[in-house]
């Protein structure tokens, strides 16, 4: 890959955002192939895992930490309701607010999915060294909040 392109400028893929997204966009469609079978997708299985990591999360809350609109969670949440796979009840402080949990077959079905989704990430961390990948995921934490407070 060359990293200038003409004129001096930096050739648009050698950018560290460019090969981020490369990289998300080849990890979502990696994912999507392995859950096929799973009756999930890659949006459900990260909406599923962040609700069995801490049930409990209303709607926003768990659009926020899925990188999705509220919008978008709320059809998520439905799809994943009408499979059985959560659960909705009352907030006992906020009736409006609406608290999710998986359900026991929500559970099961996520623990098939984490199986495919491990395989997936050990094939695209495979090239690297265990010191590589340590570095790796402290860089990017790194970066996550150097954007997220702003700087």
């Known amino acids: 890959m ?3 392109a003409p004129e001096g400028r930096p050739s648009p893929e050698s950018r ?28 459900l299985y990260a909406a599923l895992a962040q609700l069995a990591a801490d049930p409990g999360q ?16 709320h059809q998520i ?8 796979w959560v659960e909705r009840e009352a907030h006992p402080d906020h009736g409006r607010i609406l608290r999710m949990r998986p359900t026991p077959e929500g559970l099961r079905r996520l623990d098939e999915a984490d199986a495919a ?4 990430e050990e094939r695209m961390l495979a090239p690297l060294a265990a ?8 860089g990017l934490e790194r970066c996550a909040e150097a954007l ?3 700087a």
């Open 131 to 138: 010191s590589e990948v340590a570095a790796l995921a402290r």
């Open 2 to 4: 060359d990293s200038l």
């Open 117 to 120: 989704v491990a395989g997936v």
């Open 16 to 43: 560290i955002g460019y090969l981020v997204k490369r990289l998300q966009q080849a990890l979502r469609h990696a994912m999507e192939r392995e859950l096929t079978g799973s009756g999930l997708s890659a949006p």
């Open 148 to 150: 997220e407070a702003g």
């Open 77 to 84: 949440v439905q799809g994943l309701e009408r499979a059985g």
């Open 58 to 73: 209303s709607n926003a809350e768990l659009a926020r930490r899925s990188f999705v609109t509220p919008q978008t969670m």
